[in-house]
């Protein structure tokens, strides 16, 4: 991926794409050791693919399309879970390798740095700020995840109370240590971690790429030379991914419908 083929960060319509943008701002994520792991972490937390970034902390967003018919609000889902390092237009974009430095434009890792989820969800976390943030001879599922305690605010209850993202800090936590968390697109499955870079080779972001996005055919009428007959903004909007997997009839939260 040479070309910069990434909505991550966009908003509204992009063209040549199908689904309307927006983008939330969960806040700062702490990256004191710069090492990056991006993980499901309801299953993998501590185990996930990780890469290096320079130490510090930054935003981290989540880039949400509507995929209803209508660009409405009606059926949002996240797009892209990303740190962003620096302001600057995207000139190239890059898959990340297993234990990259993604500073460089050139890859240094060597497996493919992608991320399989099995519960629905995606995270960003330092691996030292994990390391030192969540205690050790815990149950981390029945103590933090899904507490039955009423008055715990667990990291599922978090997730719906952001309709699909948190950020949290960790229960050890000495300086504001946290983790960025996502529901991951559609579902389960394999996602990539990309980079973004500017013309200078500058690093820009890291985005996981939840696999939502679909490129809009074009119709009939766009050969047409009436321009009446050429799709407006809205058109992108005319078709979209079937509803298998999101849930349509269900009314659960999304993490009851895949725990039960």
Do not use: C
């Not at 689904?19 to 185990?47: C, I, K, M, N, W």
């Not at 240094?108 to 519960?119: F, L």
């Not at 030292?128 to 969540?134: K, V």
């Amino acid at each position: 991926m040479e070309t910069p083929d990434l909505l991550a960060l966009a908003t509204g319509t992009v063209p040549g794409w199908k689904y309307h943008h927006r983008v939330v701002d969960l806040g700062v994520l702490q990256l004191p050791t710069g090492v990056l792991e991006a993980s499901d972490p309801f299953t993998s937390l501590g185990s996930g693919v990780r890469v290096q970034l320079p130490p510090g902390a930054y935003p981290v967003k989540v880039t949400i399309a509507d995929v209803s018919d209508e660009p409405d609000g009606g059926e949002d889902v996240n797009s892209y879970l990303s740190v962003v390092i620096a302001d600057g237009e995207v000139a190239r974009v890059r898959p990340l390798m297993r234990d990259d430095v993604a500073a460089g434009v050139e890859p240094t890792g060597g497996k493919d740095a992608w991320v399989g989820v099995d519960a629905g969800t995606v995270a960003f976390v330092d691996v030292g700020a994990l390391m030192n943030g969540m205690p050790a001879g815990v149950d981390w599922y029945e103590t933090y995840f899904e507490s039955d305690d009423p008055g715990e605010q667990d990291w599922f209850t978090r997730l719906d109370d952001g309709e699909g993202s948190a950020l949290i800090v960790l229960p050890l936590a000495t300086a504001g240590e946290n983790i960025a968390l996502a529901s991951s697109g559609y579902g389960d499955g394999g996602y990539s971690l990309l980079a973004s870079y500017d013309t200078d080779g500058r690093l820009l972001g890291v985005h996981l790429d939840l696999e939502v996005e679909e490129r809009r055919e074009p119709d009939a009428s766009d050969d047409e030379d009436d321009p009446d007959d050429q799709p407006t903004d809205h058109s992108a909007h005319e078709s979209g991914p079937s509803g298998e997997g999101r849930g349509e009839t269900d009314d659960r939260p999304w993490w009851k419908r895949i725990f039960g």
